[in-house]
Nanobody, 126 residues
Framework: VQLQASGGGSVQVGGSLRLSCAAS????????VGWFRQAPGEEREGVSC????????FYGDSAKGRFTITRDKAKNTMYLQINNLKPEDTAVYYC????????????????????WGQGTLVTVSS
């Protein structure tokens, strides 16, 4: 049972990235899953999450408008599209899954999640 994040890199301000998180050993669709980020010296921040089974999405305040979370059932993979990247988006991005299934909800607090991917670094430069 694991999550494998990928897709990070170094981009210039205004660029775009799509992060991927592939799951193995369990179904992403059946659980709340989310993306978090952590900048140096900062607490891990909830970026976005998607609810179990019905694909309702939620976004943290800093992610509204430029971030889009999606989930592909056939590939058992979720994605985070980030547009118009800003220097303050520089962080390690993590994907996570919550084993507690509550229909219609997904938390944006990191301590609610049980399984974590290894993180992928996004660096935005001007």
């Amino acid at each position: 049972v694991q999550l494998q994040a990928s897709g990070g890199g170094s981009v210039q301000v205004g660029g775009s990235l799509r992060l991927s998180c592939a799951a193995s050993g369990f179904s992403l669709v059946s659980h709340a899953v989310g993306w978090f980020r952590q900048a140096p010296g900062e607490e891990r921040e909830g970026v976005s999450c998607i609810t179990p089974n019905d694909d309702t999405t939620f976004y943290g305040d800093s992610a509204k408008g430029r971030f889009t979370i999606t989930r592909d059932k056939a590939k058992n993979t979720m994605y985070l599209q980030i547009n118009n990247l800003k220097p303050e988006d520089t962080a390690v991005y993590y994907c996570a899954a919550d084993w507690l299934v509550i229909p219609g909800t997904c938390p944006l607090k990191f301590y609610e999640y049980d399984l974590w991917g290894q993180g992928t670094l996004v660096t935005v430069s001007s």
